[in-house]
């Protein structure tokens, strides 16, 4: 995606595609030339799928190329900061764990200068409800004079069908073409630049979704496929035309009340399509559950229309509220299975399962997220399988990935879109068509080591087990039965063994093949195993001998993990970039001058998209010096009164502090027209350092007086009343409050976020501080989106800006302090010596704050606020500022 201004032209918009034996190798290429007469941000920005590793990242500015190379993470992060403190030009990208991950890169560029991107990354391709299913994200966020995919598929066993389905609407019907062989495949799609308008006069362009290939291929051993090439074997496992088992399935639903709105209707909606898909040979259970938990049933009943019938009643009743108790509920759950398996009322040939709905952490009963991990894998004992759907943007994902493999399944994230209801039910789909319910294979030491297995819900049917190891081909011999399956329903033997010259003749002969896929693939199934693996090791040492490993692994395959990082570097090596997975995807992240930004939607759990560091701008902080990063936009008190006002047409911060006394109420925003009051009180540090008392907010208090809600936020709890009304939350605790259709979010000691429909939001973080520390105390920051529909009354020390004044910067001259320029502002009428500094902003980064550099004004915001300070001091929390 290319930030849209018509001064920058997309000339080149490429992707191509080689997939051998469901490995897939990509290339995402975009040329593009900064046709302004001024220097202009370029952004790169594409989407990887998740689970895909990014093996190469190149970039051309002019004729100087820019290079990738895979570090360890700590010496790629030492690299980086030396060349930032050095002033060379520095950025970083961080991936989410969302099913698509953004690469983004921002590059500044001066008049003429042409630039080209190109992203590599490989992916194994996976088996869905009987067919494979390779995604690209084709968003170029503008029109390309030339745009083209370009897909190859190279299967040995050779190919069944090749589909492309109309994914990127009807408007582009019959544009793509396929040309299928015995074993190989080519689809083209090249929409000329008048294909890829929105309509015949339209300057934008209609390209904006997935394009999507599916295929299969052909399947006459029931044993499988079992290539063999360069030394390494791949064994693919996904048999067909098996009757499906019964099976005994627990739905775990989440009623809390962060569930509250569309996300219930759309689960409500799903479970019902969902339940009408059980067969009369199943029986099931529904479980509900908020702060308690509740079952429709206490034990499983089979799936006849009349208790169908009922489950659907019962579901539609519910009305969410409270916590969240997830381990009380899930241990409910494998209750009820293992009971009714001690007592002999499952059937031996059935396959037990429980599906777990949720959208959030759990906020009552137990909260540690490896304990209830623990306690969950102790109670299901490999007996079942743990399925988990996280709806919504503030689900933690990785908590209910890390459950479901440890417990023989999967988790599927879902955004609360419209579509919700059809992704549960293709979730639903994937799993719930049990066709095997043990399965072996015995490979043969003489020939076969480093055996790794892809468990994708090997169990259940429309899915795959591809196994890969490294082979001895001296004693091909002991491979002419090289797997014995068993299932419950039937005996699986392998047949016969590819003739391995027969496949080594064909890989040489076809120039799009990859020669290494084999041993790319092994080494794709080994990492993302040991990666499983890890997050169930029981012990650190053994947990830190699998990081040693995967990191090896890493850098011997030249892949990013959560273990290392690229660096992306000039000839020169004067100016650095670096692409780094975090191993907490929900911590945010810093952009410069050339950044790779994650541009997901609320990347920081519990955070709305407003509050994203990399994608907004901002207002307010302390002062610390360390190198410029780009400015993000919003507007920010933090720290000791320090406000930063981001004024978005001049795109500029500027930042001032208010010195006044502990105990003192200052006016952030005061509208009359919305009845919106915003206002913070200030408590001092515990004693005086430098002769000056340190201020900080102590006590923020909100007032919505069209609905009489109020909200009091302090350092200990954050509290919500409605006339005589009144609802508490902790900062210990992590929930919702909902009134009114006013919500309010906390995520344990770190945010509350208040959303007031779609017109407003407001962010408060907690800052926590060593209890014994003889000067700091604890104390809130508060952050206001300039996108906020204030009235044209709103005033108060954020308020005001609302209403952008005109502001004037010039004569910029060298100050006392080398790296603090100082300059003339002009604006009001006033004339202004401001000062080129840093604040901070610690949305994403609370301990050590990322840098925002800005104008200083002098004399608490003098010349620059309407007034004087003091003229903002109010006596009540809740009070509107007097009409001047």
Same mark, same amino acid.
């Given at each position: ?147 083209? %995919? ?127 898909? &059980? ?6 259970? &529904? ?19 009349? +208790? ?7 579901? +539609? ?23 009714? +398996? ?14 777990? %709905? ?72 994937? %799993? ?81 093949? $990859? ?64 692409? $780094? ?193 003889? %000067? ?23 308020? +005001? ?84």
């Amino acid at each position: 995606q290319v930030e849209y201004d018509d001064k920058i032209g997309l000339y080149s918009y490429k992707v191509q595609s080689t997939i051998t034996s469901r490995l897939a190798n990509t290339m995402i290429q975009a040329k593009m030339v900064n046709n302004a007469k001024r220097s202009q941000h370029i952004v790169f920005d594409v989407q990887v799928p998740k689970g895909a590793f990014i093996d190469n990242f190149t970039m051309d500015v002019n004729g100087i190329t820019f290079t990738s190379s895979i570090r360890e993470k700590s010496e790629a992060r030492r690299m980086y900061s030396q060349a930032k403190a050095k002033g060379k030009a520095a950025g970083i990208v961080r991936s989410n764990a969302l099913d698509m991950e953004n690469f983004k890169t921002e590059v500044n560029v001066p008049p003429g200068t042409r630039i080209q991107f190109e992203l590599h990354y490989q992916e194994m391709i996976r088996r869905k409800l009987s067919s494979y299913e390779h995604v690209i994200s084709m968003r170029p966020g503008r029109l390309a004079k030339h745009m083209e %995919v370009d897909v190859r598929i190279i299967e040995p066993q050779g190919l069944r069908y090749v589909h492309v389905p109309n994914s990127l609407g009807d408007h582009f019907d019959g544009i793509t073409t396929i040309s299928k062989g015995e074993k190989k495949a080519h689809v083209s799609f090249k929409p000329t630049m008048a294909q890829q308008r929105k309509c015949p006069t339209c300057s934008s362009t209609a390209v904006d979704g997935n394009f999507v290939v599916q295929y299969d291929v052909n399947r006459e051993k029931t044993g499988g496929e079992l290539e063999i090439f360069n030394g390494y074997f791949i064994h693919f496992f996904a048999p067909e035309n098996l009757d499906p088992l019964p099976k005994n399935i627990l739905f775990v639903i989440d009623v809390s009340g962060s569930m509250w709105g569309l996300k219930m209707k759309q689960t409500i909606e799903a479970m019902k399509a969902i339940l009408s898909e &059980l067969r009369a040979a199943d029986q099931f259970s &529904l479980i509900d559950f908020n702060h308690n938990v509740r079952c429709w049933r206490d034990n499983l009943v089979s799936a006849t229309p009349a +208790q169908v019938e009922d489950a659907k009643k019962y579901i +539609q009743t519910i009305h969410p509220n409270g916590g969240t108790n997830i381990n009380e509920a899930l241990l409910r759950a494998t209750f009820i299975l293992n009971e009714a +398996q001690n007592l002999g009322m499952l059937d031996p040939n059935s396959v037990s399962m429980i599906v777990l %709905v949720s959208d959030g952490d759990p906020t009552v009963g137990e909260l540690k997220l490896t304990t209830i991990q623990k306690n969950v894998k102790q109670s299901i004992k490999d007996e079942f399988s743990l399925f988990c759907l996280g709806i919504g943007f503030d689900v933690d994902y990785d908590f209910l990935q890390r459950i479901a493999t440890d417990n023989r399944g999967m988790a599927q994230r879902i955004f609360g879109n419209q579509e919700t209801s059809a992704q549960m039910k293709k979730f639903y789909n994937q %799993v719930s068509t049990p066709l095997l319910k043990k399965i072996q294979f015995n490979y043969p030491q003489e020939s076969v080591s480093d055996v790794t297995q892809s468990s994708f819900h090997n169990y259940f049917g429309g899915s795959e087990i591809v196994v890969a190891g490294k082979v001895d081909t001296e004693n091909l011999q002991h491979l002419e039965s090289i797997v014995t399956a068993t299932a419950a329903n039937a005996e699986l033997v392998m047949e016969t063994l590819r003739d391995v010259e027969e496949l080594d003749g064909f890989m040489k002969k076809d120039k799009y093949a $990859d020669p290494e896929f084999t041993k790319k693939l092994w080494a794709y199934l080994t990492v993302n195993q040991m990666l499983a693996e890890r997050n169930t090791a029981p012990t650190a040492a053994l947990k830190r001998n699998i990081t040693k490993s995967i990191l090896q692994m890493s850098l011997d395959h030249h892949i990013v993990t959560p273990f290392t990082a690229m660096l992306i570097e000039n000839s020169e090596k004067d100016e650095i970039m670096l692409a $780094d997975q975090p191993k907490d995807p929900r911590r945010g992240c810093c952009s410069g001058t050339l950044g790779l930004t994650p541009n997901a939607p609320n990347n920081n759990k519990g955070i709305p998209a407003w509050a994203n560091v990399t994608a907004v701008p901002v207002s307010f902080m302390p002062e610390q010096r360390s190198p410029p990063v780009s400015a993000v936009s919003i507007n920010r008190v933090d720290n000791d009164p320090h406000f930063i006002i981001y004024l978005p047409k001049s795109q500029r911060n500027i930042c001032f502090n208010i010195n006044s006394e502990p105990g003192d109420i200052l006016n952030l925003v005061s509208d009359r027209g919305t009845g919106v009051v915003v206002n913070g009180q200030l408590i001092g540090a515990k004693k005086a350092e430098n002769k000056k008392l340190n201020t900080y907010f102590g006590k923020i208090g909100f007032y919505f007086k069209t609905k009489g809600l109020k909200v009091e936020i302090n350092t200990e709890t954050i509290t919500l009343k409605d006339g005589s009304y009144s609802i508490a939350l902790t900062w210990s605790d992590t929930g919702h409050i909902i009134r009114k259709q006013l919500l309010i979010s906390v995520k344990k000691e770190s945010n509350v976020t208040i959303t007031v429909g779609e017109e407003m939001s407001f962010m408060v973080l907690l800052h926590r501080v060593w209890k014994n520390h003889p %000067v700091n105390v604890d104390f809130l920051g508060i952050y206001i989106p300039p996108e906020n529909q204030l009235s044209p009354e709103a005033h108060g020390l954020i308020g +005001q800006f609302a209403s952008e004044p005109e502001v004037y910067i010039h004569h910029q001259r060298p100050g006392q302090i080398p790296e603090k320029p100082q300059a003339t502002m002009e604006v009001k009428g006033n004339k202004l010596t401001v000062t080129r500094g840093l604040q901070k902003d610690y949305r994403t980064d609370r301990v050590f704050g990322t840098n925002v550099q800005c104008w200083f004004v002098h004399n608490s915001g003098k010349g620059f606020i309407d007034g004087h300070y003091k003229d903002y001091l109010v006596p009540h929390l809740y009070s509107f500022l007097k009409k001047p």
